[in-house]
């Protein structure tokens, strides 16, 4: 098998809203990627968070996993994250886990940057 | 015009008188053989306008006709036969004969005496010959009646040949057919024709009435529908175009025909059809029953038509049924329809095939009772996919070792590729799998490369299984808490967890099971799509069957 791989980039559409481009797959060898491109969208006090999971490959429960902890740190850090980009198989999986209750999930960047507070 | 065979004798003089004395003591027979009377037989038309006619009927005994005053044609032709007394036999008031004597031998006239034995004669006489009339007349209807008959059986063998001799076999299906004609022929039909690239048209139709008239129509329909099959053998709707066309111009005003066309492909499931005016055909799956829905006006009756095409895709276990409506418009003696509803309920769960006609067959009988006049003609068709034999698609080694779960999920979706599981179950299975060999992986095997997990793959009949087995069977397996979010975001869970709620939420059902050093995890994931609508809270709660770390 390809060895795990992913890359996130981190964009700043507009002082509000940093935006996550998640491209890969996001399971326990995520980790670093995504913690560390979550402190990136951080400086500055951004206060929205958009994951953008149009890349994502793969994500099993230690991913979901991460995005507790991201959301655990969102919450003390008094910011919002957002997410759009699911298939319909992930968008499934937000909803069982309740994950689209404390995560907005978005039809696309433009209603993520919209729906952002 | 009455008809009357009318007879009457003279008796040969000389031969009776010259009649040897030895002559005595011959037999019976023989004096029979010789007759003392010659008998000259008549047939006498009497117009019903003939007054004698009327005058014969109201007459009481022999009628001297030498002096009968009348303007009739058949007293003349009496007259010109030489008859001198007529002695009209009447039953129940009606003239059903006469008996008609010439002179005496005499030369007398009749006496008092011969009137009256004669008037007797005719009292016995009358009713005798209504009677031996009455039978003849009978026996004449029975032979009419089975000629009819015999007709309508050779009818009914022609009609017979006209649909399938034998039923197709597409590899992996199951075709069954029953035609019930409430009559000797019928207006039903069913065929089947084989189609370029191994497809096969499936047509069911209703002609409009029922007997010889629809039998006729019926063969001209399928005639038609052949010939346009043949012109346009990818387009159901295209086809029933063509026939409408042809029947517009052939057809008597207020006759029609319903029709089920549609073509299958037996390699892909996929079912393309159209529907002219047809009762609704039913696809049956385990759990549901669903109509498939296509417009379009009956054939035959308005030029210029157009017929919608829709396609539903049938899996394996599944089956279309395509009947007429002499099932579902059936009645029982209260006077209730066996209906649609009915008919989904007997269908439900059962995939198809002569199983299912068979049940519905014995549903209908029960339904309308022990002596049930069949109203209209009853057809079922049903094709079903069968279930796939239980087989193993798959069974190998993954090595215990991060990330090797996206290997055991590659090669599970190639092993079932073939079962037509939709794209969304697929997805789900997919995630199952990888949660639970990442379990395996880990808690069962401790990533120990020494111990690989083992992935079996079956195909059962409705449903694929996927047991993953570790090394971890003598382990005990610890209790794990369901995942709660909000929990979770007050620092009262760990964030992670998530794995074996995953697994119960994507499957049917998972069960457990532990074998000495073995602990098996089967993730049971069925075919069909039917009750997508709520998955996710049935997969949960059937999960809580199952069992795992």
């Known amino acids: 098998m390809a060895p795990n791989k992913i890359t996130v980039d981190v964009r700043k559409p507009n002082p509000r809203v940093a935006v996550l481009d998640i491209k890969g797959d996001v399971t326990n060898q995520a980790e670093a990627a ?17 994951l953008n999971f149009t890349g994502l490959e793969y994500m099993n429960s230690s991913g979901i996993g991460l995005l507790v902890t991201m959301l655990i740190r969102a919450q003390r850090n008094g910011q919002k994250l957002l997410a759009y980009g699911l298939t319909d198989h992930y968008h499934q999986i937000f909803e069982l886990t309740q994950l689209d209750k404390a995560i907005r999930i978005c039809a696309d960047e433009a209603n993520a940057l919209a729906s952002a507070e | 015009m009455v008809s009357i065979k009318g007879m009457w004798s003279r008796r040969s003089r000389g031969k009776a008188e010259t009649a040897p004395a030895a002559e005595a003591d011959a037999s019976l027979a023989q004096q029979l053989k010789a007759p003392a009377t010659a008998v000259t037989h008549l047939d006498l038309d009497i117009a019903p306008n003939d007054p004698l006619l009327a005058y014969l009927q109201s007459a009481s005994g022999p009628v001297e006709i030498a002096n009968l005053k009348l303007d009739s044609p058949a007293l003349e032709k009496l007259r010109a036969g030489g008859a001198v007394l007529v002695l009209p036999l009447v039953s129940q008031g009606e003239l059903v004969g006469l008996v008609n004597l010439g002179p005496r031998l005499s030369e007398q006239d009749y006496s008092l005496d011969d009137r009256k034995l004669l008037a007797d004669l005719a009292a016995q006489a009358a009713p ?13 209807e029975t032979q009419a009646r089975e000629r009819l008959e015999q007709e309508l059986r050779v009818a009914r063998v022609i009609q017979q040949t006209l649909l399938p001799r034998e039923l197709p076999k597409p590899d992996g299906w199951q075709v069954a057919a ?14 089947f024709i084989n189609l370029p690239g191994g497809k096969l048209a499936v047509i069911v139709a209703d002609v409009t009435g029922k007997g010889v008239p629809a039998a006729l129509v019926m063969a001209a329909a399928r005639s038609m529908l052949r010939m346009a099959a043949e012109q346009e053998p990818e387009a159901p709707g295209k086809v029933l175009a063509h026939v409408n066309e042809m029947l517009c111009g052939d057809i008597p005003p207020n006759m029609f025909v319903t029709c089920l066309y549609g073509i299958l492909d037996p390699a892909t499931g996929r079912f393309v059809f159209a529907n002219a005016g047809h009762n609704l055909p039913a696809k049956c799956a385990t759990e549901a ?25 049938v899996a394996p276990g599944e089956s279309v049924l395509i009947y007429s409506d002499g099932l579902v418009e059936a009645h029982n003696p209260q006077g209730e329809m066996f209906g649609f509803p009915r008919l989904r309920q007997m269908a439900c769960g059962l995939g198809g095939g002569s199983e299912l006609i068979e049940r519905l067959r014995g549903a209908l009988a029960d339904f309308a009772g022990a002596g049930w006049e069949q109203e209209d003609d009853v057809t079922f068709v049903t094709v079903q996919r069968l279930p796939p034999a239980n087989k193993v698609l798959a069974n190998f080694k993954v090595a215990s070792a991060p ?11 190639g092993a079932v590729a073939g079962l037509g599981l939709p794209a969304d179950r697929l997805e789900r299975l997919k995630t199952a799998v990888a949660e639970a060999t990442m379990n395996a992986m880990e808690h069962g095997n401790n990533y120990d490369p020494d111990k690989p997990v083992v992935i079996e793959v079956r195909a059962e009949p409705d449903c694929v299984v996927v047991a993953i087995t570790d090394q971890g069977g003598e382990k005990e397996l610890p209790q794990t808490e369901a995942p709660d979010l909000d929990a979770k975001l007050a620092g009262l869970q760990s964030p992670r967890g998530w794995g074996l709620f995953l697994i119960k939420s994507m499957v049917d059902e998972v069960r457990a099971q532990t074998d000495g050093p073995h602990h098996t995890v089967e993730l049971t994931m069925r075919l069909a799509n039917s009750a997508d609508g709520a998955t996710s809270a049935a997969g949960v709660a059937a999960a809580t069957k199952g069992g795992g770390r």
């Open chain 2, 178 to 191: 029953h035609w019930q004609p409430a009559q000797a022929v019928s207006g039903d039909f069913y065929d």
């Open chain 2, 128 to 140: 005798a010959v209504r009677v031996a009339q009455l039978v003849r007349q009978q026996q004449i």
């Open chain 2, 403 to 413: 990330d090797n779960e996206r290997e055991a999920v590659e090669k599970v979706a």
């Open chain 1, 34 to 50: 995504l913690l560390d491109a979550y402190n990136k969208a951080c400086d500055g006090g951004t206060k929205n968070v958009a």
């Open chain 2, 289 to 313: 029953v669903v109509e498939l829905r296509a417009t379009g006006m009956p054939l035959g009756l308005l030029p210029g038509m157009e017929y919608d095409e829709q396609e539903s895709n």
